[in-house]
Nanobody, 118 residues
């Protein structure tokens, strides 16, 4: 059974920083494409950043230069370092894992709330 457990969300002032963590179990972590998505109230879920098995990363334009995704395969954990946070970054952040072997398998965490407010 695959589980993705997020942590690190909370309330932060504009300009502040947070680091989200997602620890995976039940899958071959090193083979998974790991990602962070977010969903703000009344909006669709959107991709924030992804990291591929080899370490290549991609970010949404809205977070480039502020957010950094990374992975530690030894700890089965993916991180999202968020700096220079803005109120528009407020959302529930979800961890995502995709295994591309035959039919792709996709998994989601339960989400963690990030609120940027003064």
């Amino acid at each position: 059974q695959v589980q993705l457990v997020e942590s690190g969300g909370g309330l932060v002032q504009p300009g502040g920083s947070l680091r989200l963590s997602c620890t995976a179990s039940g899958l071959i972590f090193s083979s998974a494409v790991m990602g962070w998505y977010r969903q703000a109230p009344g909006k669709q879920r959107e991709l924030v950043a992804r990291v591929f098995p080899g370490g290549t990363t991609s970010n949404a334009d809205s977070v480039s230069g502020r957010f950094t995704i990374s992975r530690d395969n030894a700890k089965n954990t993916v991180y999202l370092q968020m700096n220079s946070l803005k109120p528009e970054d407020t959302a529930v952040y979800y961890c995502n894992a995709v295994i591309y072997r035959g039919t792709p398998s996709e998994y989601w965490g339960q989400g963690t709330q990030v609120t940027v407010s003064s």
